[in-house]
C-alpha cells in the first residue's frame, strides 16, 4: 500500500507537470485541485454568496474586515496579471501596492511553487465565473485603519518568497505533506499559537515547536494541537485514522466539529488519497510538545462506579442524564457513530472551550461525498445551568483516565453569552 | 387556476419506505424526481433531539408523528348495512405523516414473507382442496413468486441494517442452535447485522416454548446490534434499548428509517427534490384516461399547484393510496354487491391475540428495556406451516415475545380483576410493572368480499374531497384463528408458569373496535395480481388501466400477512423499480398485457 502511494503521488506530479504543458485545461483542473486544497473558497466567499465573490466578514481584534471578490471580473481580480496575482497571493501585496490585511495567509503561501502558481492562476482566470460583486471597506476606525504599519509587519514576519525545498534525503510522501500543511493548507493559521504581534509563532516543522501545537479560541472553538502529544494532540491517532478522518469527517472513534468541518466540506473531501496520506504521515511526525507525554492509561473507576449505580462523583448524574445514551457510561462510545470521550485528545486541551462550547450548542457532523449521514449531538443549553456544565465538562474531563485543568461556572456563563 | 411547475420525470406521493426507494432507484436511473410529502420535513435532528423525544404524553398520547385526522381521516362501519362515521381519533391504526412516514415511527420488526402466502389461493386449494376456501373469502395470489423476491429481500435488509439470524444460506444449514428459524425459506445471503440480544422476557419465552415443542428463533429486527453503514453510504448506531421505538424519532440512528438509511444519499443530487407540506389532492389524467399527466397537490399556502411529470408513483399509505386512485378514476371502483371493480377490494388487516403473564417480584422482567423489532417468535402456528385441515380456518400467526419497551403512562398492566384506579391499582402497578411478560399472536388476516374501501357519499376532508369509507369487520374465519392461535400461545404461557395469567382475544360475536390498537398493519384496495378483472395492478405493481402510475406499498397485498409486511414492501418496491428500470423506461406501457 505504502509503495503503491508513493508511486501514484509521483506519477500525479510529474504527470500534472506535463499535462498542464500540453492541455490548458488540465492546468485550470490541476489549479482547481489546488484551490480546494487551500480552501479559497472558504474565506472568500460569503454566506450563501456566490463562490469566490468575497464578502465574508472576519473579525479582527481592530475591528471586522471582508473577504475580497476573486473571481476574474471587473470588481475581482479580472485585471490581474499572473505577477499581481502571484503578489498578492505570496507576497501580500494587492495590485495597488497596499498590503493585504494577514487574514490572508501568505506567509503560509510563501512556500507555494511557481508551477502550482501557475496552476491557481489559471483556474482563477479561467475556472471560475466571474462575479461582479464590489468589496466591502473594512470597518475598522482611523488610525488604525492606515494600512502602512502592515508592510511594516509584513516585512518583519513574512518569510521570503521561495518554492518549497524538500530537505535532502526526505522521504517523498513526507515532504509533499510538509508542502501542503506548511504552504497551501496553511494549517498553521488556526492550529498554531499566535504571538501578541499576531504572528504565528512558527511556520513550519522547522521553526519550533509551537507549530500547529494549537491555538487560543477562535469564533467559540480550539483548534486542537495537532502534535504528537496523547493527552491533547495526535499522538493517540494512527495515519490510516486521520486520512479516514479528513476525507469523511469522522473515524471509528471521533468525528468533526467546530471549525474543521466547513475545512472537510470544502477542501480536504477533494484531496486525493495520496495528499491525504502525506498530510497525515507529516502530522504524525510532529513530536510531542509536552516531553513528559505518555499514552492515556483507561482507568474503569469511575465506569466501575457508574455500573454499580453509584452517581456520587459530581457531575456523574447530569453525565448519566445526558450524555451517558449515546456515549455510554464507560466513557468508549460506538464505534463510527458516538466519539469515544475517554482519552480523547480535543476533550483534555487545557483551555476547555470546545468542550463547553458543543455541550452548549451541540454540534452537526457534516455530510461529505463519501459519508453522506449526518450525526447531530442535540444542544444542552437550554436545560443545564452554568454549574451543571461546569460539573459535566469536569466529570467528563477526570474520568476513564482522562486529566485536564479544572473548569468554573464562570468559564461557562462566558462562553454561554 | 393552478400554478403549473415544471416537468420532471417521476413525481412520487408520499416519502415513507416506498417512496423513499423509489426516489433512489429512479435517481439511479438518471431521471428527475420530485418527491411530494403531505406532512412537514422531519429528521433525526431536530425532531429527535434527545432527551426531549422520551416524551410518552407528546408523541404516544397526543400523536404527534400521525395523521392529523382534524383535515382527513377515513369514515367506518361494519357492513354495508351501518352508516359509516369519521374516526375522530386515532386508535386501531396509526398512519404516519411527515418525512419518514410511518417508516419514521415504526418498530422495525423486518419479515420477509412466507413464500405459500404469496400464492396463497393456489396453495390452499392445492392442499385443502378449493372448497375449503369459505365463501366470501377473496383470497389470492400475489403473482410473484418468493425465489422472483428473493434477492430484493436482501437487498432490502443490506439497506435498513437488519439484525437477524439466518436458518440456511444457498442451502446450507447455518442456523441451528444460534437463533435461526427453522421455517425461514432459504436465503441467498445471512442478515448484515447479528440477531440483537434477547430480553429476559424473551429468554423466558424461548425457554418455555423449547418445554412445549415449539421451535423459538430470533426475531429480524431493523433495529441494530451494532453500527453500520448501508450501500448506500448511510450509517446506523447501535440500538441501545431505550424502548422509544414506535411512536418515536429514534434518538440512536439504530431504527431504520427513509430518514436515516435512504435521505443522506439522496440530499446531495441534483436530480433530487424534496417537497415536504404538499399534499396530493388528485392524479391528473389525458383525455384518454390511461396516461396520467402528473399530479396536484395543496402545499403549505394552500395554493393549488401541478406537478406534470412522465411517471407517477403513488407511494402514500394504504388508505391514501387507494383512495388517491379513487379520487382520480384510475382504475374500476368496487362493487361488494356484484363482486365487480378492482380499487378497494381485498382490504385486509391484521388479527392479533395478546396473553400476559404476571409473575413474582424475583422475576425481573424490566419492561421498560425494549426494542421494537426485538424478541423471540415460533413460526410453528404461521402460515401453512402446521395441518388446517381439522381446524377448518385459512391463515397463521407467528407468536412471539416482542419486548418494545412499556412507557410509563400507556405501559402499565396489572393482573385480570385489579381494579382500574385507586389504592389497589397503585398497589398491583408497583407490584407487577416490572415482572411481567407479554406476548402476542401476530396473526395473518384474510379478505373478504365485505370488506372493501370506497369513497364517503357525505363526508369531506378540509380540502372538500370525499373520505375514504372502511367497511370492515371480523369474520368467522378470524375468530376461529384467533382462538386456536390463543390457545397454542397459552401453553407457552402455563409453561412459564406465572402468577397470573390475562388473555385477550377474540370471542365469538366482537365485533372491531376502532378504539384498541393491535398494529398499523392495513392491507390492499390496490391489489396486485395476474388479472386486470381482481386486481388494480400487475405483479410489477404498475396499474392495470393507467401504464405509467405505479403503487408500491401494503396496498398492493391481496391479503394480510402472519408477518410484519414492511419488509415485503420493501421488496416489493425494489422488485417494481427494478421493471421499471430494465423494462419500462425503454419501452413505456403496460409490462403485462391484460
Not at chain 1, 474543521?260 to 510531542?288: C, F, G, N, W
Not at chain 2, 416524551?55 to 369514515?75: A, N
Amino acid at each position: 500500500m505504502k509503495a503503491f502511494v508513493i508511486a501514484t503521488l509521483a506519477l500525479f506530479s510529474s504527470f500534472s507537470a506535463v499535462a498542464a504543458d500540453s492541455d490548458p485545461q488540465a492546468l485550470v483542473k490541476q489549479g482547481e485541485y489546488l484551490a480546494r486544497a487551500g480552501d479559497c473558497v472558504a474565506c472568500h466567499t460569503a454566506k450563501d454568496g456566490k463562490p469566490f465573490a468575497g464578502g465574508l466578514a472576519m473579525e479582527t481584534p481592530i475591528g471586522t474586515i471582508y473577504s475580497t471578490n476573486i473571481t476574474p471580473g471587473k470588481s475581482g481580480i479580472g485585471s490581474y496579471s499572473f505577477e499581481d496575482f502571484d503578489k498578492a497571493v505570496r507576497h501580500g501585496v494587492a495590485q495597488n501596492g497596499s498590503t493585504l490585511y494577514p487574514a490572508m495567509p501568505y506567509p503560509s503561501y510563501a512556500r507555494v511553487n511557481q508551477d502550482d502558481m501557475q496552476a491557481l492562476y489559471a483556474y482563477f482566470m479561467k475556472g471560475v465565473k466571474p462575479v461582479e460583486q464590489a468589496n466591502q471597506e473594512a470597518d475598522i476606525p482611523w488610525p488604525l485603519s492606515m494600512r502602512w504599519p502592515l508592510a511594516i509587519w509584513r516585512w518583519l514576519f513574512a518569510p521570503a518568497v521561495a518554492d518549497f525545498k524538500p530537505q535532502a534525503g526526505q522521504d517523498a510522501v513526507l515532504s509533499r505533506g510538509a508542502y501542503l500543511v506548511e504552504g497551501l493548507g496553511h494549517c498553521g493559521a488556526c492550529h498554531t499559537p499566535r504571538a501578541l504581534t499576531m504572528q504565528e509563532k512558527a511556520l513550519s516543522a522547522s521553526d519550533s515547536p509551537a507549530f500547529l501545537s494549537g491555538s487560543a479560541p477562535l469564533e467559540g472553538w480550539i483548534a486542537k494541537n495537532l502534535r504528537g502529544d496523547h493527552k491533547d494532540g495526535l499522538g493517540s491517532w494512527n495515519e490510516e485514522q486521520l486520512v479516514q478522518f479528513l476525507k469523511t469527517g469522522r473515524s471509528d472513534r471521533s468525528a468533526v466539529f467546530g471549525g474543521m468541518s466547513d475545512v472537510i466540506v470544502h477542501s480536504m473531501q477533494y484531496m486525493s488519497e495520496a495528499d491525504l496520506t502525506a498530510i497525515a504521515r507529516y502530522l504524525k511526525s510532529l513530536p510531542a510538545v509536552d516531553p513528559a507525554d505518555a499514552p492515556h492509561q483507561y482507568d474503569s473507576t469511575v465506569a466501575d462506579a457508574l455500573w454499580n449505580g453509584d452517581d456520587s462523583k459530581r457531575g456523574a448524574a447530569v453525565y448519566i442524564d445526558n450524555c451517558a445514551a449515546c456515549h455510554r457510561t464507560d466513557g468508549h462510545g460506538y464505534t463510527r457513530v458516538f466519539p469515544a470521550l475517554a482519552g480523547n485528545p480535543v476533550l483534555q486541551s487545557n483551555d476547555p472551550t470546545s468542550l463547553i462550547h458543543i455541550v452548549l450548542k451541540g454540534g452537526t457532523l457534516p455530510a461529505t461525498h463519501t459519508a453522506p449521514s449526518t450525526f447531530t449531538m442535540p444542544a444542552f443549553d437550554w436545560r443545564l445551568s452554568d454549574q451543571e456544565v461546569a460539573d459535566v465538562v469536569n466529570f467528563i474531563r477526570t474520568s476513564w483516565g482522562n486529566k485536564a485543568a479544572e473548569v468554573k461556572a464562570s468559564d461557562v456563563k462566558v462562553l454561554r453569552e | 387556476m393552478s400554478t403549473v411547475m415544471k416537468k420532471v420525470d417521476a413525481v412520487i406521493v408520499g416519502f415513507g419506505w416506498t417512496g423513499a426507494i423509489m426516489a433512489k432507484e429512479l435517481t439511479e436511473a438518471g431521471l428527475n424526481v420530485v418527491a411530494l410529502e403531505r406532512g412537514p420535513m422531519q429528521d433525526t435532528y431536530p425532531d429527535g433531539n434527545y432527551p426531549q423525544v422520551i416524551d410518552e404524553l407528546t408523541y404516544s398520547v397526543r400523536k404527534k408523528l400521525f395523521q392529523d385526522v382534524s383535515k382527513e381521516t377515513v369514515t367506518i362501519r361494519h357492513s354495508i348495512k351501518d352508516v359509516a362515521l369519521p374516526n375522530r381519533q386515532l386508535g386501531v391504526f396509526l398512519p404516519g405523516n411527515g418525512v419518514g412516514g410511518a417508516g419514521l415511527h415504526w418498530s422495525g420488526v423486518h419479515f420477509r414473507v412466507d413464500p405459500t402466502e404469496l400464492r396463497m389461493r393456489s396453495h390452499y386449494e392445492e392442499r385443502y382442496g378449493k372448497n375449503f376456501i369459505p365463501e366470501g373469502m377473496t383470497i389470492q395470489d400475489f403473482g410473484v413468486s418468493y425465489e422472483e423476491l428473493e434477492p430484493f429481500f436482501d437487498y432490502a435488509e443490506k439497506v435498513f441494517g437488519t439484525s437477524g439470524q439466518a436458518w440456511t444460506v444457498n442451502g446450507q444449514l447455518v442456523g441451528q442452535g444460534k437463533g435461526g428459524n427453522p421455517y425461514a425459506p432459504d436465503r441467498s445471503d445471512n442478515f448484515p447485522l447479528v440477531s440483537q440480544k434477547n430480553t429476559y422476557s424473551a429468554q423466558l419465552f424461548q425457554k418455555a416454548a423449547n418445554e412445549v415443542g415449539y421451535k423459538p428463533y430470533n426475531l429480524p429486527s431493523a433495529n441494530t446490534s451494532g453500527p453500520y453503514t448501508n450501500p448506500y453510504g448511510a450509517q446506523m448506531g447501535p440500538c441501545n434499548f431505550c424502548g422509544f421505538c414506535s411512536g418515536y424519532v429514534c434518538y440512536m440512528y439504530s431504527k431504520a428509517s427513509p430518514n436515516v438509511n435512504i435521505l443522506p444519499a439522496l440530499k446531495p443530487l441534483p436530480n433530487f427534490e424534496l417537497r415536504p407540506d404538499a399534499h396530493v389532492i388528485r392524479v391528473n389524467l389525458d383525455s384518454s384516461k390511461s396516461k396520467a399527466t402528473g399530479v396536484t397537490y395543496i402545499d403549505a399556502l394552500g395554493r393549488e399547484i401541478e406537478q406534470p411529470a412522465d411517471l407517477v408513483i403513488l407511494g402514500a399509505f394504504q388508505l391514501h393510496n387507494v383512495r388517491l386512485m379513487l379520487l382520480s378514476g384510475i382504475g374500476k371502483p368496487y362493487d361488494p354487491v356484484t363482486n365487480e371493480g378492482v380499487v378497494g377490494r381485498n382490504f385486509a388487516y391484521q388479527n392479533m391475540g395478546t396473553i400476559k403473564a404476571y409473575f413474582d417480584k424475583d422475576v425481573h422482567t424490566n419492561n421498560f428495556i425494549g426494542a421494537g423489532g426485538n424478541g423471540v417468535a415460533i413460526d410453528d402456528f404461521n402460515a401453512d406451516n402446521f395441518d388446517h385441515g381439522p381446524h377448518g380456518f385459512v391463515g397463521g400467526s407467528p407468536m412471539w415475545v416482542n419486548q418494545a419497551g412499556s412507557r410509563p403512562i400507556a405501559g402499565t398492566s396489572n393482573p385480570p380483576g385489579t381494579p382500574a384506579w385507586g389504592s389497589a391499582w397503585k398497589r398491583a402497578t408497583a407490584d407487577y410493572y416490572t415482572h411481567q411478560v407479554s406476548m402476542d399472536s401476530h396473526g395473518a388476516h384474510q379478505s373478504y368480499r365485505c370488506n372493501y374501501l370506497d369513497l364517503d357519499p357525505v363526508y369531506r376532508d378540509a380540502y372538500g374531497q370525499p373520505l375514504l369509507r372502511m367497511t370492515f369487520d371480523w369474520q368467522e374465519n378470524d375468530i376461529k384463528m384467533n382462538r386456536f392461535m390463543m390457545e397454542k400461545m397459552g401453553k407457552i404461557a402455563d409453561a412459564m408458569n406465572p402468577k397470573a395469567i390475562a388473555r385477550i382475544g377474540k370471542q365469538v360475536g366482537d365485533h372491531f373496535n376502532t378504539a384498541s390498537y393491535q398494529t398499523t398493519h392495513l392491507n390492499g384496495g390496490a391489489i396486485m395480481g395476474t388479472n386486470p378483472k381482481t386486481s388494480a395492478l400487475n405483479r410489477y405493481l404498475q396499474s392495470w388501466d393507467v401504464h405509467n402510475v405505479f403503487v408500491p406499498g401494503a396496498s398492493a397485498f391481496p391479503q394480510g400477512l402472519g408477518y410484519n409486511p414492511t419488509g415485503l414492501v420493501a421488496a416489493l418496491t425494489y422488485w417494481s423499480a427494478r421493471a421499471i428500470r430494465e423494462q419500462y423506461l425503454k419501452n413505456p406501457g403496460p409490462l403485462v398485457q391484460a
